[in-house]
């Protein structure tokens, strides 16, 4: 693969990560997670809190690395792969627990939330496939 292709991908990837930060930052709302976690004992409330916000800045982190370091990320060092191979295995296995282990009986109904897992599984996706490119051109 062309290196110049990759580094765009790598800066669009960013972008598109520290857009999913942003709509992420709606999600508490769109869900009820006040009135949700309410029945919850406070610690797993904190405790899902906790998880949410690494989830949230892990991604942000990815954005902001894929952004800056576009050339480190494809040096074909041993933390350039290490790195694009873990990132793209957070997606998979993302897109992996989006299938076969949510409950979506729950969810929300509705053409926007149906649109917006769409849109956000083909983005888990595209994440995944570029930072396996960026493995793979590594591995090169």
Same mark, same amino acid.
């Given at each position: 693969?062309?290196?110049?292709?990759? %580094?765009?991908?790598?800066? $669009?990837?960013?972008?598109?990560?520290?857009?999913?930060?942003?709509?992420?930052?709606?999600?508490? %709302?769109?869900?009820?997670? %006040?009135?949700?976690?309410?029945?919850?004992?406070?610690?797993?409330?904190?405790?899902?809190?906790? *998880? &949410?916000?690494?989830? !949230?800045?892990?991604?942000?982190?990815?954005?902001?690395?894929?952004?800056?370091?576009? #050339?480190? !990320?494809?040096?074909?060092?041993?933390?350039?792969?290490? $790195?694009?191979?873990?990132?793209?295995?957070?997606?998979?296995? +993302?897109?992996?627990?989006?299938?076969?282990?949510? #409950? +979506?009986?729950?969810?929300? %109904?509705?053409?926007? *939330?149906?649109?917006?897992?769409?849109?956000?599984?083909?983005?888990?996706?595209?994440?995944?496939?570029? *930072?396996?490119? &960026?493995?793979? *051109?590594?591995?090169?």
């Amino acid at each position: 693969m062309n290196v110049e292709l990759l %580094k765009i991908l790598l800066i $669009i990837s960013g972008v598109c990560h520290i857009l999913l930060v942003a709509g992420s930052l709606l999600i508490p %709302k769109l869900l009820n997670w %006040k009135k949700e976690l309410n029945v919850l004992p406070t610690l797993f409330k904190q405790m899902f809190w906790t *998880y &949410a916000g690494y989830i !949230l800045v892990i991604n942000l982190c990815f954005g902001i690395i894929s952004i800056i370091g576009t #050339d480190e !990320l494809l040096n074909k060092s041993l933390l350039a792969k290490s $790195i694009c191979v873990f990132i793209g295995v957070y997606w998979l296995t +993302r897109i992996l627990i989006q299938f076969f282990y949510f #409950d +979506r009986t729950s969810a929300p %109904k509705g053409m926007i *939330y149906t649109l917006g897992e769409i849109a956000l599984v083909l983005g888990f996706l595209v994440f995944t496939i570029i *930072y396996f490119l &960026a493995f793979f *051109y590594n591995l090169s």
